[in-house]
């Protein structure tokens, strides 16, 4: 191992600053080691099983009890689902009875024996267990990693440590983060990953997408985490560890100035304020954008409410928890996106065939208007939270103007069935809907006779425009926000909506990204919305940027063919912009 400083570019995930030292987990969960044991062995593979089953219950335990009311409703749910699988007796006979006939290793094993379990569940069985098909996958995960023996239990470490490892679930980004984790960088994933958003919500600095990472830093190496701009610094110098020091303590104060200052807007150098809202994926990070100064919600996600349960939510705790949100941020807007579910995040009690192309599959409006019960539910829920006048309803996945037609009819139902029941709503509630789908772009000025507002979903939008999987580490390059016709489809839809007299919103990732935040503001968008632990960073972009500037800069770069060109003048544009105010 080099004692050379090295820099890796990766896709940055959750902003902020970690300095510290590596715990790697390198084993992919399906490398598992092929050569077998003897018969001789056959006894003491099967207690080196039960005593890693051992193991992660008690870690387990420990988690579980130490969880506030908040924490427990947040990951609770797949801990609980875990510890189902570990204390089925189907499991470890299975296990053992691998171990006894094909002399495997315990390893062996658990591989073949977990995908067998999964085959073998009843349908509500594998309801309760199908909330992001994380649950057995995080049972491989613990299980292979205790067995290779290399980290026996992470909270027997005495200092703050920054984990490095092929890929990461939610409970293991939960449970580490309790263990004095102060960052953490993975081989895979993505932004818009569980995982991703769970760090977020964390506020734990996370970069991913980084192949072959955990080949490259050994355990107790010096490495630095940087979110901001997703960067893993292997074995830093000194210089490098003291300017990052500076970053995470001006990172720090930022967050602090934020929270503590008065907050007179998001204003950029020229004058011209822009409306910054939060994204909100737990009802925990709601206080968080409500001190740093948030405009309001832009997109208040409900996925939580559903995924990681064994029930339907009734429209009640929905009811409360909305209503309690939008107290919070009174006067100010809350925007609640309907359910986006379907394919690979259906919750578990409901069960749907697994589909070949999931993205594309049952998902969103889709799932709800084929699960209109539930969705009548949610929106009379949502209907209820907006007495206050400061409610929105955002419909995701819109392809269609029969769907549009459709859900305003539940909607009007939804007020019927209120009114009967004596139930307070705003009956003049706005209604937008995601702009996602590239088919709804071109049928804008029909759906804006039945809608308030657009919100823009950069994140499938690009996904669908450029046929690239935003998962895909292979194809990072060819999802670019920064591509020509990525640029001159979001300057359409910006035009069509002002032309309509429809204000829009950007919901999306890009949002959060200087060059992308330069690209946006210069065509014209002004409400953007994202990750409340962002605010800060782009309160610091704002205050740079000329808006006249980024406009001139837009009506240059729109007519560039290629992706390289148009990088290079934004980053000129960035590297002038503090002498051109």
């Given at each position: 191992m080099s004692a050379y400083s090295r820099t890796i570019k990766g896709i940055k995930v959750s902003a902020g600053i970690a300095i510290g030292r590596a715990v790697v987990i390198s084993r992919s969960f399906r490398d598992v080691p092929k050569k077998g044991i003897s018969a001789e062995e056959v006894e003491s593979e099967k207690e080196r099983f039960i005593s890693a089953i051992r193991l992660i219950t008690e870690q387990t335990d420990r988690l579980l009890d130490g969880m506030t009311q908040k924490e427990l409703r947040k990951i609770g749910p797949h801990i609980n689902a875990q510890k189902m699988i570990l204390s089925d007796l189907r499991f470890t006979e299975d296990v053992f009875n691998i171990i006894s006939?094909?002399?495997?290793?315990?390893?062996?094993?658990?591989?073949?024996?977990?995908?067998?379990?999964?085959?073998?569940?009843?349908?509500?069985?594998?309801?309760?267990?199908?909330?992001?098909?994380?649950?057995?996958?995080?049972?491989?995960?613990?299980?292979?990693?205790?067995?290779?023996?290399?980290?026996?239990?992470?909270?027997?470490?005495?200092?703050?440590?920054?984990?490095?490892?092929?890929?990461?679930?939610?409970?293991e980004l939960y449970y580490y983060s309790k263990q004095k984790m102060i960052g953490v960088a993975t081989e895979l994933g993505g932004r818009n990953s569980h995982a991703a958003i769970v760090a977020r919500s964390l506020h734990i600095p996370a970069v991913v997408g980084i192949p072959n990472l955990t080949q490259h830093i050994s355990t107790m190496e010096d490495v630095i985490i940087d979110g901001i701009n997703g960067i893993v610094i292997i074995h830093p110098n000194q210089r490098q560890i003291a300017e990052y020091s500076d970053k995470r303590t001006a990172f720090c104060s930022l967050l602090d100035?934020?929270?503590?200052?008065?907050?007179?807007?998001?204003?950029?150098?020229?004058?011209?304020?822009?409306?910054?809202?939060?994204?909100?994926?737990?009802?925990?990070?709601?206080?968080?954008?409500?001190?740093?100064?948030?405009?309001?919600?832009?997109?208040?996600?409900?996925?939580?409410?559903?995924?990681?349960?064994?029930?339907?939510?009734?429209?009640?705790?929905?009811?409360?928890?909305?209503?309690h949100i939008a107290e919070k941020f009174y006067p100010k807007e809350i925007t609640i996106r309907t359910l986006d579910v379907g394919g690979e995040k259906v919750p578990g009690f409901i069960s749907?065939?697994?589909?070949?192309?999931?993205?594309?599959?049952?998902?969103?409006i889709r799932f709800c208007l084929k699960n209109k019960n539930l969705f009548l539910s949610q929106i009379k829920a949502i209907l209820r939270a907006s007495h206050r006048g400061n409610v929105r309803i955002l419909i995701p996945m819109i392809s269609k103007m029969e769907e549009i037609i459709e859900t305003k009819r539940l909607i009007e139902e939804a007020k019927q069935i209120l009114t009967t029941e004596n139930k307070r709503f705003?009956?003049?509630?706005?209604?937008?809907?995601?702009?996602?789908?590239?088919?709804?772009?071109?049928?804008?000025?029909?759906?804006?006779?039945?809608?308030?507002?657009?919100?823009?979903?950069?994140?499938?939008?690009?996904?669908?425009?450029?046929?690239?999987?935003?998962?895909?580490?292979?194809?990072?390059?060819?999802?670019?926000?920064?591509?020509?016709?990525?640029?001159?489809?979001?300057?359409?839809?910006?035009?069509?909506?002002?032309?309509?007299?429809?204000?829009?919103?950007?919901?999306?990732?890009?949002?959060?990204?200087?060059?992308d935040i330069v690209t946006l503001l210069g065509i014209g968008y002004r409400h953007l919305s994202m990750s409340p632990i962002n605010i800060p960073i782009f309160m610091n972009i704002i205050k740079d940027i000329n808006i006249r500037r980024a406009e001139e800069l837009v009506n240059r770069i729109i007519t560039y063919e290629n992706d390289s060109d148009i990088i290079k003048e934004i980053e000129r544009f960035l590297n002038e912009k503090g002498s051109n105010n």
């Open positions: 006939t094909e002399l495997a290793s315990s390893e062996m094993a658990v591989v073949k024996s977990l995908d067998k379990y999964s085959r073998s569940l009843s349908s509500k069985e594998k309801a309760l267990l199908n909330a992001r098909s994380l649950d057995i996958k995080s049972i491989e995960f613990l299980l292979l990693r205790i067995l290779s023996g290399k980290i026996k239990d992470i909270s027997l470490l005495s200092e703050d440590f920054i984990l490095i490892s092929h890929d990461i679930t939610p409970t100035t934020q929270q503590t200052q008065e907050h007179n807007g998001f204003v950029s150098s020229d004058g011209v304020r822009v409306s910054v809202l939060a994204n909100i994926d737990f009802p925990e990070e709601v206080d968080t954008a409500k001190s740093l100064g948030a405009d309001g919600i832009g997109l208040l996600r409900t996925e939580f409410y559903f995924i990681e349960r064994p029930r339907t939510p009734s429209e009640e705790e929905q009811f409360r928890s909305y209503d749907q065939q697994k589909e070949e192309n999931p993205a594309l599959g049952v998902r969103a705003d009956p003049n509630i706005k209604i937008g809907i995601m702009l996602e789908i590239p088919s709804i772009i071109f049928i804008m000025e029909d759906v804006a006779k039945h809608i308030d507002f657009f919100s823009l979903g950069t994140n499938d939008l690009i996904q669908f425009m450029m046929a690239a999987d935003r998962g895909n580490i292979e194809l990072f390059d060819s999802a670019s926000s920064l591509s020509p016709s990525i640029i001159r489809v979001l300057n359409m839809i910006f035009k069509k909506a002002e032309s309509l007299n429809k204000p829009i919103y950007v919901c999306g990732e890009m949002a959060t990204e200087e060059e």
